[in-house]
């Protein structure tokens, strides 16, 4: 498996995070550029198809609206579910410091505070 990939024999994940991740693994790549380049190249030439420009304007427009709206809702899943996750590592990076500056703060009424105060920016306490 590729580093790049995910893993998800096993995982907890709803159906639809699973979707979403396999569909920002794949959109993300260069050959979801190039299909929609491709897109855009096949509807080009085909004005001559089309009977009225208004309808092959507005079938574009369509499209790229429906693509659009789409790909919106599933990046900003994708976003939001990477943002968890950086969150969660730097709430636990400050709470592993904070057990390190309480640790060493037991003589050191200065780290002590400083302690303190860490657990009250993150908030630490709240969270167990």
Known sequence: MKTHEVQTRGDDRSPFDR????AY??????????????I????????PLWPDLKAWQVAIHTVASVISLLLLVLLENAS???EEASQEKLNVIAE????????????????????????EAV???ERH
């Not at 979707?19 to 396999?22: D, H, S, T």
């Not at 693994?25 to 491709?38: D, E, I, M, T, Y």
Request: net charge positive.
């Open 19 to 22: 979707f979403v991740e396999a």
């Open 25 to 38: 693994q794949r959109v993300s790549r260069a050959p979801f550029f190039g299909l929609c380049a491709g």
């Open 40 to 47: 855009v190249i096949i509807w080009f030439v085909s004005v």
């Open 80 to 82: 939001r579910r990477a």
């Open 96 to 119: 592993a410091l904070s057990d390190l500056m309480v640790s060493g703060g037991r003589n050191d009424p200065d780290l002590a505070e400083a302690a303190r105060k860490l657990r």
């Open 123 to 125: 908030g630490l306490e």
